[in-house]
């Protein structure tokens, strides 16, 4: 099954988030709670966990892309 991972609300108030720097490159094998990506809101800097094992297929996003919660950053196949 193919999983689109999708920005989460990274604080009480946050809505919007720049990626920083990728953890993972698409062929990557993840498992679940390993960091994809480091992510910055304007009062912290973060890891985004990955929410399901699975191997990266194709990221969505570009270093310094300014995200909105539930923009989709990756795709991981869980099969």
């Given at each position: 099954m193919m999983?689109?991972?999708k920005l989460p609300k990274?604080?009480?108030?946050?809505e919007m988030a720049v990626l920083l720097e990728w953890r993972c490159a698409p062929g990557d094998v993840v498992v679940e709670g390993q960091a994809l990506a480091?992510?910055?809101?304007?009062?912290?800097t973060t890891?985004?966990?990955s929410?399901?094992?699975g191997k990266v297929v194709e990221l969505l996003a570009g270093i310094d892309d300014e995200m909105t919660v539930g923009d989709p950053l990756l795709r991981i196949d869980t099969a």
């Open positions: 999983v689109t991972v990274l604080g009480e108030l946050a480091e992510m910055e809101t304007d009062k912290v890891d985004l966990p929410p399901v094992a």
